[in-house]
């Protein structure tokens, strides 16, 4: 009846692991009772968890992402500490601990925060930014998040039940194979990637057909906002990336649960294909990260320059370009698996050739930059740190694309110091970016300007102390993922990289500390207007927050930079005298409900709970059919109710002073 | 406002919301369709490594295939018959070719089932070999999509009979159509990909 899942489930190994199934259980319970306490789970339950309303799941994916990246850096700073006192002892950590560690923090930080963060900053944002009134499939939209949540919620419990993979992010057979792992962790792993890769995957989907399928009218694909082409090309990548994920996720799963001969050892079984397979996926799905973050920054710097984006169609073309090209590369993750030199070299010259598209990116930042009037706000704070960071990491990435470079470098620390070069300024400084700059559209006030720039700077610093011992560590040969080693030449480095860890864990408070701040302050930096930076893109027309519809009346649009367009011919404000009537998708149960569905389907097949996966399926399928088969979706918002909302952003605009020169009503 | 302005606007909404979807469908079954591209890619991969356990040439039943392959074939036309009839307005006769497609895709399902069970019977388990652990995986695949494109048939011959031919039960007769399709090709490939070359 219990399958595999007994009293041993429990993490009695270590008192860590121990001290972190508590923490997890108490900040669950702890949170239950709260909502209790306020009486709050009916408002939850109707305004947002059944919410389809794309603003609404932003800011529920980007919570996801915000929890999640306290559970990852929590293992980052742990495995600093391991690591800066472990020389010639065993640390705090047990050895078979610190593997768990290192491969719960790869996989939350890729799948459970970059990829929620990014997701969320997409779902409020592009919309908008489209003149639309909502995603092409919103109901689709909340079964993606419920399916990430879902994968998230597997990663939370293996610190509960069982243990989570120690095969690192990218779980490599055949030590993630059944012999060598018969734990549930790689499972757990297994099934994480699983059901929130579907997500994935139908995120890209649904944002395709929004770009194409639901622009303003008028609005040409050269005339979109860059962060739409960002999103585009990053929704076409997790369109055609994330099933090769799902493939061998599945392959490896049916391996270890069924006994098939993929990647074992044995009986024709070719582990080799399983690098191959995940690095299909796994590289575009850099790119995936990184290329909302490029959109983030082309549309702050140019807001925050007070100027035209310099060159806006060389940065489509190499935002493409960069988009074809990450599916060319993926070998390079595997030079050493002996492929013959010419294969090597080819896969080399590709990955190389991929700075090109990246560095005109660059250059056309700069160019907007300069002679614009530069506002140092902590966006454009991140921003500027990006671009210096950024080309440090690019120049070590091209190091590594040389193959025989590479047989020196490869797993090393100083491949960890690379990614993470690329990943914390060129994903995550843009995540943040994007929440400094369009937070106040979400929630109608600006975040504490002086936490923002706490934030940029101990990310900033923290880095550099984190990471940059670690280039030097790879020089010195210390490889990667040790939870204990033998040279005292490596300590000095491995402190500084702790105290590294130390500022950062000081950014990581500083987050959280600005949104409080700026909550308890929030009526002094009310922004009332729906335009707080002076902006440029259609997402700054509605007001802050924006109604449920976004636009009572769809925009015209027939220029780059539509409301800067509007706004110099005074047409920014305009109010009808009439509205016509807007039909929007209704709330749905059905998300949350499939979400649920697929979190039981993982936890089944991890644990070998046949007849709860079966039920699980079963159920899955039956909200699918129930909602397959519904015609009446949606709810229709009359012109009354719109006629009542807008009068009120009407005498909110007038009431602001100054606006008038900008088109507004006076 | 007036109840006709409104009437106006709701369909205006579903016309543009059924060509999205439609738009999607595609894009779904572009996705699908890498899935079962790298379940081909691992096939042919893993051809060889049979780990001198059983071989194809000894395994596959020409006719057998054969039948399964006519079968599925023919359940196509028959689905584009029923959209034929739907296109006419027909309403009984979609019914009718819907159920008919049913009835050919059951035959086809058990035919594959019985051939696996043969296989399995005989010791040609998909944990047999890496060869057979891909011809299973990439061949149940398609048969897993067979199976829920019949639940689909299934839901849509309900839905014909209990709705209409509403444009949405349309659209989502089409939708299904191409998925349907889509299978078609798929065995296609399986069959010149997997069955052929061991006859050749």
Redesign the interface.
């Known amino acids: 009846m219990l399958g595999r899942l007994t009293i041993d489930a429990l993490p009695f190994y270590s008192w860590v692991a121990m001290g972190g199934a508590l923490v997890t259980v108490l900040i669950v319970l702890l949170t239950a009772l709260v909502v209790t306490w306020a009486g709050k789970w009916r408002y939850l339950w109707e305004e947002w968890l059944t919410s389809v309303d794309h603003k609404r799941i932003g800011v529920m994916y980007i919570m996801l992402a915000l929890v999640m990246l306290v559970r990852g850096f929590i293992d980052a700073i742990m495995m600093r500490a391991q690591q800066a006192i472990a020389l010639n002892n065993e640390g705090y950590l047990p050895p078979e601990h610190f593997e768990q560690i290192f491969t719960s923090h790869g996989t939350i930080m890729v799948f459970f925060m970059a990829m929620p963060f990014l997701t969320g900053l997409i779902n409020i944002v592009v919309p908008q930014q489209l003149g639309a009134r909502d995603v092409a499939f919103p109901f689709m939209n909340s079964v993606s998040l419920w399916l990430t949540a879902a994968g998230a919620g597997l990663v939370g419990i293996s610190l509960v039940l069982g243990k989570f993979s120690t095969a690192g992010w990218t779980g490599y057979p055949p030590y993630s194979g059944i012999g060598f792992s018969p734990g549930v962790g790689v499972d757990y792993w297994i099934w994480a990637l699983l059901v929130s890769g579907v997500g994935s995957t139908m995120t890209g989907i649904n944002f395709i057909t929004t770009i194409l399928r639901c622009r303003a009218p008028g609005m040409k694909l050269m005339q979109m906002p860059l962060f739409v082409w960002t999103t585009l090309c990053t929704s076409i990548l997790m369109a055609f990336a994330f099933p090769a994920l799902t493939v061998v996720a599945a392959l490896l799963g049916l391996d270890r649960t069924v006994g098939m001969h993929f990647f074992t050892n044995e009986l024709g079984g070719n582990m080799m294909n399983f690098a191959n397979l995940i690095w299909i996926w796994g590289h575009p799905e850099v790119y995936i990260l990184i290329l909302p973050a490029f959109g983030v920054f082309s549309e702050v710097t140019a807001v925050f320059s007070r100027k035209r984006l310099f060159g806006y169609r060389s940065l489509v073309y190499a935002t493409m370009a960069i988009g074809l090209l990450s599916f060319t590369v993926w070998l390079h993750h595997f030079f050493t698996m002996g492929s013959s030199p010419n294969v090597n070299a080819i896969f080399g010259i590709a990955t190389m050739i991929i700075a090109v598209p990246t560095g005109v990116k660059i250059f056309d930042w700069l160019f907007t930059m300069v002679r614009g009037r530069i506002a140092f706000h902590p966006a454009m704070l991140f921003t500027i740190g990006f671009i210096i960071t950024f080309v440090i990491g690019g120049i070590t990435g091209v190091l590594l694309a040389i193959p025989p470079v590479d047989y020196q470098m490869h797993n090393t620390t100083f491949l960890v110091a690379h990614f993470h070069n690329m990943l914390i300024p060129g994903a995550l400084f843009g995540y943040f970016a994007g929440t400094q700059f369009w937070f106040p559209k979400v929630f109608g006030f600006r975040l504490n300007e002086f936490w923002g720039k706490m934030v940029f700077s101990c990310w900033l610093i923290g880095f550099y102390l984190a990471f940059m011992p670690l280039y030097a560590l790879g020089l010195l040969g210390m490889t990667r993922r040790l939870e204990q080693y033998t040279h005292p030449d490596w300590q000095p480095f491995l402190l500084v990289a702790f105290a590294g860890a130390c500022v950062v864990l000081v950014g990581v408070f500083s987050v959280f500390m600005q949104f409080y701040v700026s909550i308890k302050n929030r009526n002094e930096h009310r922004d009332l207007t729906g335009d707080p930076w002076n902006g440029r893109t259609l997402e700054w027309a509605t007001s802050s927050p924006a109604a449920p519809y976004n636009f009572a009346v769809i925009p015209e649009v027939n220029s780059v930079d539509a409301f800067w367009e509007m706004k110099k011919k005074g047409e920014a404000y305009d109010f009808p005298d009439q509205y016509e009537p807007i039909i929007m998708p209704a709330n749905t149960a059905a998300g949350v409900l499939i979400g649920l569905c697929g979190f039981l389907v993982g936890f089944a097949f991890v644990w070998y709970l046949w007849w709860l996966a079966i039920l699980a399926m079963v159920s899955a399928m039956a909200v699918v059919i129930v909602r397959s088969c519904n015609d009446h979706g949606e709810e229709i918002i009359t012109p009354e109710a719109i006629m009542a909302i807008e009068s009120k952003r009407k005498a909110q605009l007038i009431s602001v002073e100054g606006l008038s020169a900008r088109g507004a009503p006076a | ?1 007036s109840h006709n ?2 009437q106006q ?2 369909a205006e ?1 579903l016309e543009e919301c059924l ?3 439609e ?2 469908f595609w ?2 079954l ?3 369709a ?2 079962f591209a ?2 081909f890619a ?1 096939y042919v ?2 051809f060889r ?3 001198n ?1 059983p071989e194809p040439i000894n395994l596959f039943d020409l006719k057998h295939v054969s039948l399964e392959t006519a079968c599925l074939l023919i359940s196509s036309v028959t689905f584009g018959f029923a959209w034929l009839a739907a296109m006419n307005k027909k309403l009984p006769t979609v019914m009718l070719w819907l159920i008919i497609t049913l009835v050919f895709g059951v035959s086809f399902v058990s035919l594959e089932i019985a051939e696996f069970a043969e296989m399995i019977r005989e010791g040609a388990g ?6 057979l ?2 011809f ?2 990439l061949v149940a695949t398609h048969g897993i999509h067979v199976s829920i494109g019949m ?1 689909g048939i299934l ?1 849509m011959v309900l ?1 014909v009979f209990m ?1 209409g031919l ?1 444009p ?1 039960v349309c659209s ?1 007769l089409f939708r299904l159509g191409l998925f349907w399709h889509f299978l078609d090709i798929v065995w296609i490939g399986i069959f010149s990909v997997v069955y052929l070359p061991v006859f050749i």
């Open positions: 406002m302005r409104l606007v709701m909404h060509d999205n979807r738009f999607g894009l779904y572009m996705t699908d890498i899935i790298l379940l691992t991969s893993m490594n049979t780990a356990g998909p944990q047999a070999s890496g060869y652990s891909s299973f995986t639940l839901m839905q709705k509403t949405q989502r």
